[in-house]
């Protein structure tokens, strides 16, 4: 090959390369972009009476008075994690993972504790959880 | 090159598979008469298999035509390979036709989620994570495949019906020219597919907000399965398997006595999996 043809191809390889990139650029800017939402989730007074309530991907605890909320995905690779009253364990049905009635991380592969969601109390005793999808 | 052995496994086992093919990809359109990937899947689907005419007998048809061709495909892959054939391609077609298979199994796997079920739905949303713990890239990388919430079910729905079928039709268009016209191959295809989907009733679809002790993958992903108990989501879910199948795609270009390393290499990476698989259909992941 000569040498200028050499340097010829070199130079169009590196056009094509920069417009590759201009092109990509918006178009993956384009197709990764989401609004960022948020779901309510109202627990109204005759949903909090258990110990644990849930509510679409939202358990509902109950420790002498407070209360606390925790996401209902397990912290391993997102499964809905199943709640068993007799030993009082939240388990996961992909890989295993088991926690506690507190959301902490006992065995599995989940190696994190489950996620809190903020909860706000109403005066009329309703419970909103705020969860970003 | 020695001569090649053309036994009734390499003639008539992927013709039945481009049947299989053809068969699934028009039962395929019909189900898109009726389902949706927005808002409630499940229930959809339900209706597909309760309330449509003839919906139950069109998702089992279809649901076993996508089986048998990914299963046929994957039996003529290993064909080839054992029959040491790759040497015969050349680096470029046995790479374009190791990436067709890998489609293949994406469009199984994207079928599966589709179902919209407990299943379907977790495997979705493993699936998700999993791209999501790539370091650095995997948060944008995750969202070209698959978002959370409204539009789960959207992103796997493109890829199933249009983009990877259409891409993987014009990836094989060469290889399979020679024998589209075969209508034996077809016509027996279509009858044996016909009875399955009439005589055998589908499981059942388990609703995803019910309580279950333990969810299984598809079959050939159980074998991962048992991996993530085990190790890091990317390694188990995208490094191992991404080093075996470049494993296949260099064998073609490696020289004789690496060549026959890698060869091995591959065949017991394949049996060890295997065996990982029958362990999890026997015992669970
Ligand atoms: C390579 C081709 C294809 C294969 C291997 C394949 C395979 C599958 C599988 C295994 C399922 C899950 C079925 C179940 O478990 O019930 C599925 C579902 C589905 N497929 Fe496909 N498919 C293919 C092409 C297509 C095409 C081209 C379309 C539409 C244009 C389509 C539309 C659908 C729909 C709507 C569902 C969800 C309904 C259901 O679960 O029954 N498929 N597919
Ligand atoms: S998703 Fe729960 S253990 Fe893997």
Same mark, same amino acid.
């Given at each position: 090959?000569?040498?200028?043809?050499?340097?010829?191809?070199?130079?169009?390889?590196?056009?094509?390369?920069?417009?590759?990139?201009?092109?990509?650029?918006?178009?993956?800017?384009?197709?990764?972009?989401?609004?960022?939402?948020?779901?309510?989730?109202?627990?109204?007074?005759?949903?909090?009476?258990?110990?644990?309530?849930?509510?679409? $991907?939202?358990?509902?605890?109950?420790?002498?008075?407070?209360?606390?909320?925790?996401?209902?995905?397990?912290?391993?690779?997102?499964?809905?994690?199943?709640?068993?009253?007799?030993?009082?364990?939240?388990?996961?049905?992909?890989?295993?993972?088991?926690?506690?009635?507190?959301?902490?991380?006992?065995?599995?592969?989940?190696?994190?504790?489950?996620?809190?969601?903020?909860?706000?109390?109403?005066?009329?005793?309703?419970?909103?959880?705020?969860?970003?999808? | 090159?020695?001569?090649?052995?053309?036994?009734?496994?390499?003639?008539?086992?992927?013709?039945?598979?481009?049947?299989?093919?053809?068969?699934?990809?028009?039962?395929?359109?019909?189900?898109?008469?009726?389902?949706?990937?927005?808002?409630?899947?499940?229930?959809?689907?339900?209706?597909?298999?309760?309330?449509?005419?003839?919906?139950?007998?069109?998702?089992?048809?279809?649901?076993?035509?996508?089986?048998?061709?990914?299963?046929?495909?994957?039996?003529?892959?290993?064909?080839?390979?054992?029959?040491?054939?790759?040497?015969?391609?050349?680096?470029?077609?046995?790479?374009?036709?190791?990436?067709?298979?890998?489609?293949?199994?994406?469009?199984?796997?994207?079928?599966?989620?589709?179902?919209?079920?407990?299943?379907?739905?977790?495997? $979705?949303?493993?699936?998700?994570?999993?791209?999501?713990?790539?370091?650095?890239?995997?948060?944008?990388?995750?969202?070209?495949?698959?978002?959370?919430?409204?539009?789960?079910?959207?992103?796997?729905?493109?890829?199933?019906?249009?983009?990877?079928?259409?891409?993987?039709?014009?990836?094989?268009?060469?290889?399979?020219?020679?024998?589209?016209?075969?209508?034996?191959?077809?016509?027996?295809?279509?009858?044996?597919?016909?009875?399955?989907?009439?005589?055998?009733?589908?499981?059942?679809?388990?609703?995803?907000?019910?309580?279950?002790?333990?969810?299984?993958?598809?079959?050939?992903?159980? $074998?991962?399965?048992?991996? !993530?108990?085990?190790?890091?989501?990317?390694?188990?879910?995208?490094?191992?398997?991404?080093?075996?199948?470049?494993?296949?795609?260099?064998?073609?270009?490696?020289?004789?006595?690496?060549?026959?390393? !890698?060869?091995?290499?591959?065949?017991?990476?394949?049996?060890?999996?295997?065996?990982?698989?029958?362990?999890?259909?026997?015992?669970?992941?």
């Amino acid at each position: 090959m000569e040498r200028r043809e050499f340097i010829g191809k070199g130079i169009k390889r590196i056009f094509y390369a920069i417009g590759a990139i201009i092109l990509a650029y918006p178009a993956f800017s384009f197709m990764k972009f989401r609004k960022s939402r948020k779901k309510r989730i109202i627990f109204h007074p005759d949903e909090q009476t258990s110990i644990v309530n849930f509510k679409k $991907g939202v358990f509902l605890l109950r420790q002498g008075s407070e209360n606390y909320a925790l996401s209902d995905r397990c912290t391993h690779l997102g499964c809905s994690l199943n709640y068993d009253p007799v030993s009082q364990r939240f388990s996961c049905p992909c890989h295993g993972s088991v926690f506690d009635v507190t959301g902490k991380w006992l065995s599995g592969p989940a190696k994190k504790d489950l996620y809190r969601v903020p909860m706000t109390k109403k005066a009329n005793g309703d419970i909103i959880v705020t969860i970003t999808l | 090159m020695p001569p090649i052995k053309n036994t009734k496994v390499s003639t008539y086992l992927p013709r039945l598979g481009l049947s299989a093919l053809i068969l699934c990809l028009i039962s395929g359109i019909i189900l898109t008469f009726y389902y949706r990937p927005m808002g409630n899947v499940f229930q959809n689907v339900e209706e597909i298999t309760t309330l449509v005419p003839y919906g139950w007998f069109f998702r089992q048809f279809h649901y076993i035509s996508g089986q048998v061709f990914v299963i046929l495909m994957l039996i003529h892959t290993l064909d080839h390979f054992l029959k040491k054939r790759y040497l015969s391609y050349s680096t470029g077609q046995w790479f374009l036709l190791i990436l067709s298979l890998c489609i293949c199994f994406f469009v199984l796997f994207t079928g599966f989620v589709l179902k919209g079920d407990k299943e379907g739905f977790f495997a $979705g949303q493993i699936f998700m994570n999993i791209l999501r713990a790539i370091p650095i890239a995997g948060e944008w990388l995750s969202k070209l495949f698959i978002v959370p919430g409204e539009d789960f079910f959207f992103l796997p729905y493109l890829y199933h019906c249009f983009f990877l079928p259409i891409l993987l039709i014009y990836l094989i268009r060469e290889h399979i020219r020679e024998w589209l016209p075969d209508q034996k191959a077809l016509f027996a295809g279509a009858a044996g597919l016909f009875l399955y989907a009439l005589i055998v009733k589908p499981h059942v679809d388990v609703p995803p907000d019910a309580a279950v002790d333990m969810v299984k993958g598809p079959w050939f992903f159980l $074998g991962i399965q048992t991996l !993530l108990k085990i190790m890091h989501p990317v390694l188990a879910g995208l490094f191992i398997p991404g080093l075996f199948v470049l494993c296949v795609l260099i064998l073609p270009k490696t020289g004789t006595a690496w060549g026959r390393a !890698l060869y091995y290499l591959i065949t017991t990476a394949f049996c060890l999996y295997g065996i990982l698989t029958f362990r999890a259909i026997i015992w669970g992941p």
